[in-house]
Each structure stands twice: as structure tokens, then as C-alpha cells.
């Protein structure tokens, strides 16, 4: 039997399970690469990490990237680079933050009022930015059956690093059932086996809402 490492470099972790599985954290440290001498290229991405989140990607110059200690010349030329394309072509099409319930009650609003029950899955990067949202199954009126093994092979498919659940119940009460515990107990479980961990259950009925995780 192979036993694989219990520690998986984030460029190693890129190429098996694609940038989307990776925090904010490691993707600084595969940009990073290696630190300088004496420095830990774990805390170089945190400092510049510390640093975008102090100024705004927006507001940081090539000087404050070159500021940082272990960064030189080259390093902060590719880092101050990435940080400018990103500016260009991606933070205007970013897709939708879903890091508290409350942001992802605004992504359920088409389920909401529905008579029947949808059980709606929510794929998340490793940034916790929306992937994709799927309607996994429609029920009756009173109950929706789901099964693991259609969660996650639209998660794996989505190569997703987490994921929120959610349905609505018709009957308009946030009650939450043995059923919608079993479902979430199930659904962790899977997700601990795949490495795709479950953020979140959420039950809407109406404008209300409640976590049955």
C-alpha cells in the first residue's frame, strides 16, 4: 500500500486538484515560489498577503511589493505583474464572495417561494467565490430526496474546494426534520472521504432562513 504524504506542497496540490482547491495563502506561495535566504516562503505569501488586504490590490505599487523581505527585483516583477493583469482582466468579472450564510441566502431567492422542495447545490474555490449553482433534484411537496453521489460528482466535475447546500421547504416553516440532519451528517461525511468540504445546509422558507449543519 502507498501512504501518501500528509503534507502536499500547494503547486503539487495545483496540478492534482486545480488552482480553484488552493486559498488565497497558497496561491501566493506558488507565485512566490521559493523564499530568499532566511525567509520562509510561507511567511513572505503572508506579509503579502497582510499587505494586499491593508492597501487593496487596486492600491499596491511595485515598491511595496519589493519592500517586502526575501522579495527581489524579479520576484517582485512577476509578483506586481500578476497583480496588475488581475487588475485588468479579472476583478471586474469576479464572481460573487460567498463567505457567511447571508451571501448565500441572496444566491437562493429563485428557490424561496417554490412549492415544491429544490435542493440547490453551491460549488466554492478555494477563495470561497461562487463556482456554479445547481438545482440537484425537485421534490414534492413535502420532501426532496437526495443522494451524496450527486453532490459530489457536480463538486468534482466543478473541481470545487467546498460546497454549501440548501433547500427550501414549501410548508413555509424552518423546522429542521431528522431527514435534513441525516442529509447533512451524510453529506460531510462524503465530503471529509473526497476533500471537499461542507461549508454550510441551508433551509430558506420564505424570506427567512436557518442552518441545519
Do not use: C
Not at 428557490?111 to 474555490?125: A, D, G, S
Not at 424552518?174 to 462524503?190: A, G
Amino acid at each position: 500500500m502507498i501512504i501518501e504524504s500528509a503534507t502536499v506542497l500547494p503547486r503539487e496540490k495545483l496540478v492534482k486538484k486545480g488552482a480553484g482547491a488552493l486559498s488565497d495563502l497558497e496561491l501566493l506561495q506558488v507565485v512566490i515560489g521559493s523564499g530568499g535566504k532566511g525567509n520562509d516562503f510561507k511567511q513572505i505569501a503572508k506579509n503579502l498577503n497582510a499587505l494586499v488586504n491593508k492597501l487593496g490590490a487596486e492600491n499596491v505599487t511595485y515598491a511595496d511589493v519589493k519592500a517586502i523581505k526575501g522579495i527581489g527585483e524579479a520576484k517582485a516583477a512577476v509578483i506586481f505583474a500578476a497583480l496588475e493583469f488581475w487588475k485588468r482582466r479579472i476583478i471586474k468579472q469576479a464572481a460573487p464572495l460567498v463567505d457567511s450564510p447571508e451571501k448565500a441566502v441572496e444566491l437562493l431567492s429563485h428557490i424561496k417561494n417554490k412549492k415544491q422542495e429544490h435542493f440547490v447545490l453551491l460549488t466554492l474555490n478555494g477563495a470561497r467565490r461562487l463556482i456554479n449553482s445547481r438545482v440537484v433534484t425537485i421534490g414534492t411537496l413535502m420532501s426532496s430526496l437526495v443522494h451524496p453521489r450527486e453532490v459530489f460528482s457536480y463538486a468534482i466535475e466543478d473541481r470545487a474546494a467546498s460546497i454549501i447546500v440548501a433547500h427550501n421547504h414549501p410548508s413555509g416553516f424552518l423546522d429542521i426534520s431528522d431527514n435534513d440532519r441525516e442529509v447533512t451528517k451524510r453529506l460531510r461525511q462524503v465530503g471529509d472521504i473526497v476533500g471537499i468540504r461542507l461549508d454550510d445546509h441551508i433551509i430558506v422558507a420564505g424570506d427567512e432562513f436557518v442552518s441545519a449543519y
